[in-house]
Structures are given as structure tokens and as C-alpha cells.
């Protein structure tokens, strides 16, 4: 009997501090983590939300914003992406008008793809509908023999788009994040439980890898925990990059257990559409 050959994908989750604003340095930081990663074998390299603008810009928002195709900054990063892919966070200047809360995909050179995100939270202290246009779609990205779907931050917390990705083909699920943490007694951050919660439950019942990439340190008062982490089809996080610290958590994914895992449990090609009803 002919076995087939191991579907398996090398990721890399650069978990770091950006400085709030400072496009030059963050750009220059990002192109040292693409080299460690490169240099450790990795095929998707993910950076956490806004990863080269920092995330509280407020009215910094437009001082940084960049149109991908034209930004040297992006042309920079492209090159040295040409035997990976590297999906990196920042503000884009969307070309019909406005800001977006983006995150640009680079591969083989070029911009491979860009997820404008689509759910903008404004409670509490976000105020992210005040500086950024929403996004309007979703697509899969083509990634090292497989297919991943892009999600930022809060649109986690909306588990129809996750769903619809996984229904689309996503084997993997990368969630790119910069949401703040809360400090209390237990080793690990308060927030922590409740992303995990959602990456495990997400992983569960879309069947598929889900990767969470966070950042850390502190910014105009917030605090960010890191807490990158992977999840296998069904549940398990199977690799945590340490708190507080930068690190790059590489893990490689067997592709072959999410086929493993829809053909035993088939939610998503038992899912019923178009059912009547609220």
C-alpha cells in the first residue's frame, strides 16, 4: 500500500514590543525577526495586530498609514520574504478613502494578499471605529501547500467569520492580536483564559489549526501579555510562548490531521444552510 506523503507546514509566531509610531524602527525590527525565522525554516512567519505602528495611535493614525503597492517600507519587507511568507500588522490607507486596521501577507517577493479587518471594536478603552474605515470581505490565503484565512483581534469574538473560513477551505486559522491584557494574582494574565477559550473552541468546532499571535510590553498605559500560542484540530494548544517576553514560538503542523479530524467529526459539511427562522 502507498502512503501518502506528510502534509506539514512550518509557522512562526513573532511575538513583540512595537514602539507606538516609530515606522523606521519597527520596520527595521521586523526584518531581523524574518531573518531568525527564515534562518529556523519557517514558511509562515505572522506578526501581531498593527505590528509596525503600534496599536493606541490615535491621531497618529494618519502620520503612519502607508498604501502597501507604493510604501518602500513594504517593498523592503517583500524582498526579504521571497522563501516565505510573512503576514505583518499595520495602517493602511485604503485606496477608495479612509484608514484601515490591516494586515498584508508577503510572499515570493510581493504582496500576496491584504485582510482589512471588518469588526472594529469601540467600548471600553477601544476606539478603533473613531480612526479606521471597516473592511468588507473575506479571503484565504495560499500558504506552503495549504490554505489559511486571516482574522485580527476582536473579529475572533464573531465565530460566524471563523466558520466561514473553515467552510471555505482554511486548514489554519492565524489570528493576529493586540489585545490588552488585565495583571491579578494567578501566574498567568487574567485575559489569557478568555483568548484561549476561543482559539480551543474555534479549533474544536471549525476542525482546523488555529495559530494566535500576540504582542507584549506597554503602551500610553496599556498593558500586552504576549500569550502567542497554537492550537491542533480539536482543541489542544500544543506550544505557548513564554508571558512578558519577546520570542519566536516556531511549531510545525501536521496539515494531515485536519482531514483526519473533518472526516470523523464532519461539522462543517453537516452544517445546514438556509434555515428558516431568527
Same mark, same amino acid.
Given at each position: 500500500m502507498v502512503t501518502a506523503a506528510p502534509r506539514t507546514v512550518r509557522v512562526g509566531l513573532a511575538q513583540l514590543d512595537s514602539r507606538l509610531g516609530d515606522l523606521a524602527a519597527n520596520l527595521e525590527r521586523h526584518l531581523a525577526w524574518i531573518a531568525r525565522a527564515r534562518e529556523a525554516g519557517v514558511d509562515l512567519l505572522l506578526f501581531?495586530?498593527?505590528?509596525?505602528?503600534g496599536y493606541r495611535l490615535h491621531h497618529l493614525a494618519a502620520q503612519v498609514a502607508l498604501?502597501?503597492?507604493?510604501?518602500?517600507?513594504?517593498?523592503? $519587507?517583500?524582498?526579504? *520574504?521571497?522563501? &516565505?511568507?510573512?503576514?505583518?500588522?499595520?495602517? !493602511? +490607507?485604503?485606496?477608495?478613502?479612509?484608514?484601515?486596521?490591516s494586515a498584508v501577507a508577503l510572499a515570493g517577493g510581493r504582496i500576496a494578499g491584504i485582510h482589512r479587518k471588518l469588526q472594529l471594536p469601540t467600548y471600553?478603552?477601544?476606539?478603533?471605529?473613531?480612526?479606521?474605515?471597516?473592511?468588507?470581505?473575506?479571503?484565504?490565503?495560499?500558504?506552503?501547500?495549504?490554505?489559511?484565512?486571516?482574522?485580527?483581534?476582536?473579529?475572533?469574538?464573531?465565530?460566524?467569520?471563523?466558520?466561514?473560513?473553515?467552510?471555505?477551505?482554511?486548514?489554519l486559522i492565524a489570528v493576529l492580536s493586540a489585545g490588552p491584557g488585565r495583571l491579578g494574582a494567578a501566574?498567568?494574565?487574567?485575559?489569557?483564559?478568555?483568548?484561549?477559550?476561543?482559539?480551543?473552541?474555534?479549533? $474544536?468546532?471549525?476542525? *482546523?489549526?488555529? &495559530?494566535?499571535?500576540?504582542?507584549?510590553?506597554? !503602551? +500610553?498605559?496599556?498593558?500586552?501579555?504576549?500569550?502567542?500560542?497554537?492550537?491542533?484540530?480539536?482543541?489542544?494548544?500544543?506550544?505557548?510562548?513564554?508571558?512578558?517576553e519577546e520570542h519566536l514560538l516556531v511549531a510545525d503542523l501536521d496539515l494531515g490531521e485536519v482531514t483526519r479530524l473533518r472526516t470523523r467529526l464532519p461539522l462543517l459539511a453537516d452544517e445546514r444552510q438556509g434555515i428558516e427562522g431568527p
Amino acid at each position: 500500500m502507498v502512503t501518502a506523503a506528510p502534509r506539514t507546514v512550518r509557522v512562526g509566531l513573532a511575538q513583540l514590543d512595537s514602539r507606538l509610531g516609530d515606522l523606521a524602527a519597527n520596520l527595521e525590527r521586523h526584518l531581523a525577526w524574518i531573518a531568525r525565522a527564515r534562518e529556523a525554516g519557517v514558511d509562515l512567519l505572522l506578526f501581531p495586530e498593527l505590528s509596525l505602528t503600534g496599536y493606541r495611535l490615535h491621531h497618529l493614525a494618519a502620520q503612519v498609514a502607508l498604501r502597501p503597492a507604493e510604501a518602500p517600507e513594504i517593498a523592503r $519587507l517583500a524582498a526579504a *520574504c521571497k522563501d &516565505l511568507t510573512a503576514v505583518v500588522g499595520l495602517v !493602511e +490607507e485604503h485606496p477608495h478613502g479612509g484608514l484601515c486596521n490591516s494586515a498584508v501577507a508577503l510572499a515570493g517577493g510581493r504582496i500576496a494578499g491584504i485582510h482589512r479587518k471588518l469588526q472594529l471594536p469601540t467600548y471600553g478603552l477601544f476606539q478603533e471605529a473613531r480612526c479606521f474605515r471597516a473592511g468588507d470581505r473575506l479571503d484565504l490565503l495560499p500558504v506552503a501547500g495549504t490554505t489559511a484565512g486571516l482574522l485580527i483581534c476582536e473579529e475572533l469574538w464573531h465565530p460566524g467569520l471563523a466558520r466561514r473560513l473553515a467552510r471555505g477551505g482554511a486548514d489554519l486559522i492565524a489570528v493576529l492580536s493586540a489585545g490588552p491584557g488585565r495583571l491579578g494574582a494567578a501566574p498567568e494574565p487574567a485575559s489569557q483564559g478568555d483568548w484561549e477559550l476561543l482559539t480551543r473552541a474555534t479549533a $474544536l468546532v471549525d476542525t *482546523c489549526w488555529v &495559530l494566535f499571535c500576540g504582542r507584549v510590553g506597554w !503602551e +500610553e498605559g496599556s498593558f500586552y501579555p504576549g500569550g502567542s500560542h497554537v492550537v491542533r484540530p480539536g482543541g489542544e494548544i500544543v506550544s505557548r510562548a513564554p508571558w512578558l517576553e519577546e520570542h519566536l514560538l516556531v511549531a510545525d503542523l501536521d496539515l494531515g490531521e485536519v482531514t483526519r479530524l473533518r472526516t470523523r467529526l464532519p461539522l462543517l459539511a453537516d452544517e445546514r444552510q438556509g434555515i428558516e427562522g431568527p
